[in-house]
């Protein structure tokens, strides 16, 4: 028996775009329209009775799509998400986007097919027309971590800027005038904030933040060491380093033990984003740590208020540098 993904691979299109030419989504071409009637009636595809059964009204479901479930801050949130939307009543479907924006928009899809309650999204870098056609078309959404310009949602995140500001106090404390980061994507509101408050904190300190002293990786780990590994690689290496989330720290730390470095003493590293075994590493790697738990319930909660016809309000939530002993000279009592 055909299936979905029988039909796109028939038709050239991705599965988000069939699911949507099956549910008239306005946003189809005729054109694309056409390719995938025509591929429907050459494999013979026939919706099943349990699709079919899925497109009615899912009123006890809300859908949550994140950007990469093998992040612990991810994996965290949707364990936040879902003990939330219980006590409320609801149950959740996960997607893992893996920062692919076709994979996001095949996920929403699915969920749009299930006319889910209403949907949590930690939106993809690339901007998709489907996110704003769902926001548009009036189908209750709150954006989590990350936002979209241009799109009037409700959005709950953490505050990056008061942490970053702490970090970089700390780092010049310790006497690093020359320090670098590895960024997140510039595409995500994320990856710009936490790059502009690094580079706005170094300049209340009269420290420029030069070009060759950021690198820009994927919020991944493979990126984190080719980042480190690059500005390793230079003729005078920066004696601190900024990771803007966990996964590209922990690849920065790979990069330093392979180059058989001390850290600490031959070059500092911090994190956005703590985990739970930063504290067990030797030395205890720097972390600003965000109220993920938190940052999930809250998120629930604006997406219920919505669903109840009650207005929604976006939160910047703080976050805590946690001081340890991989810049340097540790700072007593941890936290700042």
């Known amino acids: ?42 494999l013979d595809y026939h919706p ?85 056609d769902v926001v548009r078309g009036g189908r209750p959404v709150v954006f989590v971590d990350r936002e979209i310009d241009g799109l009037d949602v409700p959005v709950v995140r ?34 710009r904030e936490r790059l502009a408050a690094f580079r706005d904190a170094l300049a209340t300190h009269g420290i420029g933040l030069p070009e060759s002293r950021v690198r820009v990786g994927d919020f991944q780990m493979d990126s984190g060491v080719a980042a480190m590994r690059s500005l390793l690689d230079q003729p005078e290496p920066p004696t601190a380093v900024f990771a803007a989330d ?20 031959d070059i500092a590293l911090a994190s956005f984003d703590d985990l739970p075994w930063f504290e067990y590493v030797e030395p205890p790697i720097t972390a600003i740590r965000q109220q993920t738990e938190r940052i999930g319930r809250t998120a629930v909660r604006e997406l219920v208020a919505l669903l109840d016809g009650r207005p929604a309000r976006s939160h910047a ?14 700072v007593p009592g941890g936290e700042g």
Do not use: W
């Open 246 to 265: 966990n996964l590209m720290a922990l690849g920065a730390l790979r990069c330093v033990h392979e180059r058989g470095l001390r850290l600490g003493t």
């Open 1 to 42: 028996m055909a299936t979905i993904k029988d039909v796109a691979r028939a038709a050239g299109l991705s599965t988000a775009t069939v699911s949507r030419v099956l549910n008239d989504h306005p946003s189809v071409t005729a054109a694309t329209r056409a390719a995938v009637q025509d591929a429907i009636q050459r």
């Open 48 to 132: 099943n009775s349990a699709a079919r059964t899925l497109r009615s009204a899912d009123v006890s479901t809300l859908g949550l799509v994140v950007g990469d479930v093998v992040n612990p801050f991810f994996s965290e949130l949707a364990r936040a998400v879902e003990n939330e939307a219980r006590a409320h009543g609801y149950y959740v479907v996960i997607g893992n986007a893996d920062e692919d924006p076709d994979r996001q928009d095949e996920y929403l899809s699915i969920l749009l097919d299930r006319r889910v309650a209403g949907l949590l999204l930690c939106p993809t870098a690339e901007v998709s027309p489907l996110v704003a």
């Open 158 to 191: 953490s505050d990056s800027r008061l942490p970053v500001t702490a970090l970089v106090d700390h780092l010049v404390r310790l006497g690093h005038r020359d320090p670098a980061i590895i960024s997140g994507p510039t595409g995500l509101s994320t990856g």
């Open 317 to 330: 939530l703080p976050c805590t540098l946690v001081t340890r002993a991989s810049c340097g000279e540790p």
